[in-house]
């Protein structure tokens, strides 16, 4: 068998479940922003916010990296222009990760000052980039 497959199918999976959550936790604050503060809503939107997070989202960027590191030192991609374009996307999504996870915390402590439209808006970030990721490995412009 060989390891290089594996390790990208495995990254594939892990990639496809980091976007899945990435996409998916700021279509619930849009609906947490709505929802009264110590509602049953409210604080059912937390239990789904936290576990969305820390179950799903936080171990697939790890394994996300984790994978994509080690494919790239089997592949010397490293030395590829597409490659150095890509690290930067998926930095920039790991930042836009960690804007969730602070929000996760101001909804966790009922502090949010966001409105809808401020996730929707939000809600557009990751899908930019995970645009421009695809396009940088399939296509290797450069």
Do not use: C
């Not at 495995?10 to 899945?20: N, Q, R, Y």
């Not at 789904?48 to 994509?68: C, D, S, V, Y």
């Not at 494919?71 to 790991?94: C, T």
């Not at 995970?130 to 450069?142: A, E, N, R």
């Amino acid at each position: 068998m060989n390891l290089y497959l594996w390790l990208k199918a495995l990254h594939v999976i892990a990639v496809i479940s980091w976007m899945a959550g990435m996409l998916y936790l700021p279509r619930l604050f849009v609906y947490h922003s709505g929802a009264e503060k110590g509602s049953v809503q409210s604080e059912t939107f937390k239990v789904m916010e936290r576990r969305l997070l820390k179950a799903i989202i936080n171990p697939a960027m790890a394994a996300t990296w984790i994978l994509g590191l080690w494919l790239a030192f089997e592949a010397q991609a490293w030395r590829d222009g597409w490659f150095h374009g890509k690290v930067a996307l998926v930095i920039a999504m790991s930042a836009v990760h960690g804007v969730l996870a602070k929000h996760v915390k101001a909804f966790a402590a009922d502090a949010n000052v966001k409105d809808g439209r401020y996730f929707r808006i939000l809600n557009e970030v990751p899908t930019v980039l995970m645009i421009g990721i695809v396009i940088l490995v399939i296509v290797k412009p450069f």
